[in-house]
């Protein structure tokens, strides 16, 4: 089987979030499936990492974008069994950063993911691959299915290609004016609701949920959250119109990557029948961040976008209350609020508290490992990776319950932890935040309950193994058109 993998970022080559790591794994796992050549497109970003070892391809090929022809050059490099390649347009992609700069969107983000989609499907026929399967991630991969049974239709390059759309994160929808729709070289009679037009303009999102042949998200119950209308920002009623070809498939977790035992960027590596590393680990992050050094302090860990829906902000209002027999490690940029309130609270209580204003892999993988818990208090978290990477590490999670949180952390009941990996929040607020931490805290003092519910942590499998057998067997059943899953 021929697997296409279309997503704008993927680690370890360009990354801004979860959707990467998830892009990345899969591009992995599939190619070492049995009877699978998987390739995986990105765009050719200023930020690209490997960027010296590419190879590039001879020629270049066209994307109509509205009245233009724009030019497109393809590079790639062999990633273990898969092919990477890269879509070069120093027009649309030689910036600062992927999507965004100072915080605020490229006002041409929609030509520029009208022009990513187009050239997916233009570099397939470049490179001489028939995708049997095009596995599109995101609003910024959203039309890739719309072209395939529109503009695509009669292309007999494309008879056989079917399309899976897997939404990571319904918030960011891809809207844009009906101009850009006309820009897209779509048919003008398809800009009707049922097809194209949402609100008067274009959804790519939307656009890439109606036309797919089949739609997925990232855990069971964040799938059900979005066909009840929680935090679906308005589309539960075009979710429910594809019901029957929508599920959740719960996210993975690299763990090669993610391995406290062989993790390089740590003090010390350890697992779940040793933990003397992690207290090693520990006393040097506490150093490192001019924390006092003490392993029967708690420390706290945080390591996130700084953002409403990750309740930084609930967060960062009550730590004050914890200072005296807690620390904090938070890693994360994102909203000036949220940032401005961490710089106080570092400032302010530095024996306890410390800021980094950076997103840094490396002491991202120390605060996992250093950290006694991990906090999480999402408003929405469709999957969440960074719960499974801190269990991995036998760091404990305070979560909410939403989302994928639900399906993947088991909460502290009370007696002596017996299943537990972690403690959610009840109500979502700072007093629930509170309640949750103090509770923590108590049990933390309980040496082997606190150990029995670290070790059930580290237990817990969030490999890709098997989240990626579900993906390919949906692909066989597309392509085969065999029995609804």
């Not at 949920?209 to 089949?214: M, R």
């Not at 594809?242 to 959740?248: A, L, T």
């Not at 961040?289 to 420390?299: R, T």
């Not at 817990?460 to 989240?467: G, H, L, P, Q």
Request: hydrophobic share 40%; aromatic share 12%; with cysteine.
């Amino acid at each position: 089987m021929n697997i296409v993998i279309a997503a704008s970022e993927a680690f370890p080559f360009c990354k801004t979030g979860g959707l990467a790591d998830v892009a990345g794994a899969l591009t992995q796992d599939f190619s070492r499936a049995k009877g699978c050549k998987v390739i995986l497109f990105l765009p050719h970003y200023r930020s690209v990492k490997n960027a010296s070892s590419l190879k590039s391809m001879p020629g270049s090929f066209f994307i109509p974008v509205g009245s233009r022809l724009e030019p497109a050059r393809l590079s790639y490099l062999r990633w273990g069994n898969a092919l990477v390649f890269f879509i070069n347009s120093p027009k649309y992609f030689d910036r600062t950063e992927l999507y965004c700069r100072n915080g605020k969107d490229y006002p041409d983000n929609d030509e520029r993911f009208i022009f990513y989609s187009r050239a997916v499907l233009e570099a397939c026929k470049f490179v001489g691959l028939r995708p049997d399967i095009i596995h599109a991630h995101d609003w910024q991969a959203g039309l890739i299915a719309a072209y395939l049974n529109t503009v695509y239709k009669t292309d007999a390059f494309f008879t056989r290609t079917r399309s899976m759309f897997t939404i990571h994160n319904i918030a960011f929808q891809g809207f844009y004016p009906r101009d850009s729709f006309v820009k897209a070289g779509f048919f003008e009679a398809d800009f009707t609701q049922d097809k194209f037009e949402y609100w008067g303009g274009i959804s790519y999102l939307k656009t890439g949920i109606v036309f797919a042949d089949k739609v997925n998200t990232v855990s069971p119950n964040y799938a059900n959250e979005l066909l009840s209308g929680k935090n679906s920002f308005g589309m539960e009623g075009v979710l429910r119109g594809r019901k029957e070809d929508f599920k959740g498939i719960v996210n993975g977790i690299d763990i090669d990557v993610w391995d406290p035992q062989s993790d390089t960027m740590l003090a010390m590596g350890y697992d779940d029948q040793s933990l003397k590393g992690k207290t090693v680990c520990k006393a040097a992050l506490q150093n490192e961040l001019g924390l006092e050094v003490d392993e029967n302090i708690p420390l706290v860990g945080m390591v996130s976008r700084l953002a409403y829906q990750k309740g930084t902000d609930i967060a960062a209002s009550i730590i004050e209350k914890f200072t005296d027999r807690a620390q904090f490690a938070i890693e994360g940029r994102g909203e000036r609020a949220g940032e401005e309130a961490f710089k106080r609270l570092s400032y302010l209580h530095a024996h306890a508290v410390s800021y980094r204003n950076e997103v840094d892999e490396e002491l991202a993988h120390k605060i996992y490992g250093a950290s006694d818990m991990f906090l999480m208090p999402s408003r929405f978290e469709p999957c969440g990776l960074s719960q499974m990477i801190a269990m991995r590490y036998g760091t404990v999670p305070i979560v909410s319950k939403v989302g994928g949180l639900l399906d993947t952390v088991n909460g502290f009941g009370g007696a002596d932890g017996a299943k537990a990996t972690g403690f959610f929040i009840d109500r979502l607020d700072s007093g629930g935040l509170v309640t949750a931490l103090e509770r923590a805290l108590a049990v933390y003092k309980q040496k082997s309950v606190w150990r029995s519910i670290v070790k059930n942590a580290m237990a817990a499998d969030f490999s890709w193994e098997k989240s990626s057998s579900v993906y390919l067997d949906c692909f066989k059943e597309i392509v085969g058109r065999g029995a609804k899953w």
